[in-house]
């Protein structure tokens, strides 16, 4: 009996292969480990004490598809790496006393020297900090149309300000709380930004449409079934009357922001 017959297509390649570019760098090779670059595309460093923490959410959903098909990328390096001594030291006590311990300013220094090693173009350099500007969704615009970025996640007490100072670091929070290190809201601002590039969502009025693309947060959403529990879908959304359904929208957009988020509100009437 002869033998079935075999299929002969070629396997498709990765998507990223052919666009790998190698940078030198002078950092011992037990203290970084390089990750080889996709050419082009905008890249996520994020120096921490929990590198086993990435990606995270970030290798879900769409970011993760994003993540694998070569659309940005992310590299976690082990800040323990460059740590002090036998036992890889990173933090020492304040200065001046009182509680916790604070990252050293020789060791983070080590870290963000090999981060940045070899960048090119626009990098911002950003630590996640509870004292810094809120992020937003400007931040995010911003830094999607950036070569890349490196993110500094604190601990302990913080680090030693004259890191900050020597390398001109960018302050971002999550938000007015305090949490135990910055891993949690570098992931959330990667996020925030990846899904502004393009392809990684599929749908770019989907950016266009939603909270803080003009100022205002989003209207209502409504899907099937048309009635649930005695509550109905509005009626002008079932309409086909795009106009109508347009001014709707940005009525209770207006009406949600005015209610919800005076601040920003209030902003709308200010200059840039």
């Given at each position: 009996m002869p033998d079935e017959p075999q299929d002969q297509a070629t396997p498709r390649p990765p998507r990223a292969l052919g666009r790998k570019t190698i940078r030198p760098?002078?950092?011992?090779?037990?203290?970084?480990?390089?990750?080889p670059d996709l050419?082009?595309?905008?890249?996520?460093?994020?120096?921490t004490l929990f590198p086993s923490a990435f990606p995270g959410v970030l290798g879900e959903s769409l970011t993760g598809k994003a993540l694998q098909e070569g659309l940005w990328q992310l590299e976690a390096i082990d800040l323990r790496q460059f740590g002090i001594g036998k036992h890889r030291n990173v933090d020492d006590t304040?200065?001046?006393?009182?509680?916790?311990?604070v990252l050293r300013a020789d060791v983070l220094g080590a870290a963000i020297e090999a981060a940045q090693a070899g960048v090119q173009g626009h990098w911002p350099l950003i630590y996640l900090s509870p004292r810094g500007k809120p992020?937003?969704?400007?931040?995010?615009?911003?830094?999607?149309?950036?070569?890349?970025?490196?993110?500094?996640?604190?601990?302990?007490?913080?680090?030693?300000?004259?890191?900050?100072?020597?390398?001109?670091?960018?302050?971002?929070?999550?938000?007015?709380?305090?949490?135990?290190?910055g891993e949690i809201a570098a992931q959330a601002l990667i996020d925030a930004t990846v899904r502004l590039m393009p392809?990684?969502?599929?749908?770019?009025?989907?950016?266009?449409?939603?909270?803080?693309?003009?100022?205002?947060?989003e209207h209502?959403?409504?899907?099937?079934?048309a009635e649930w529990q005695g509550r109905a879908i509005p009626d002008v959304l079932m309409s086909g009357h795009h106009g109508e359904i347009a001014r709707w929208?940005?009525?209770?957009?207006?009406?949600?922001?005015?209610e919800r988020r005076p601040d920003l509100w209030a902003a709308r009437d200010k200059p840039d």
């Open positions: 760098t002078l950092t011992p090779r037990e203290l970084i480990t390089p990750t050419k082009g595309v905008w890249k996520a460093k994020v120096i304040p200065a001046g006393g009182g509680p916790g311990m992020m937003n969704q400007a931040l995010m615009r911003r830094l999607a149309r950036t070569e890349g970025v490196t993110l500094i996640c604190g601990r302990f007490e913080g680090v030693d300000e004259r890191v900050l100072e020597q390398y001109r670091v960018e302050e971002v929070s999550l938000g007015d709380f305090v949490m135990t290190g392809n990684v969502l599929g749908n770019a009025a989907s950016v266009e449409e939603e909270s803080f693309s003009s100022g205002l947060l209502p959403q409504y899907t099937r079934p929208r940005r009525a209770q957009s207006e009406r949600i922001t005015r």
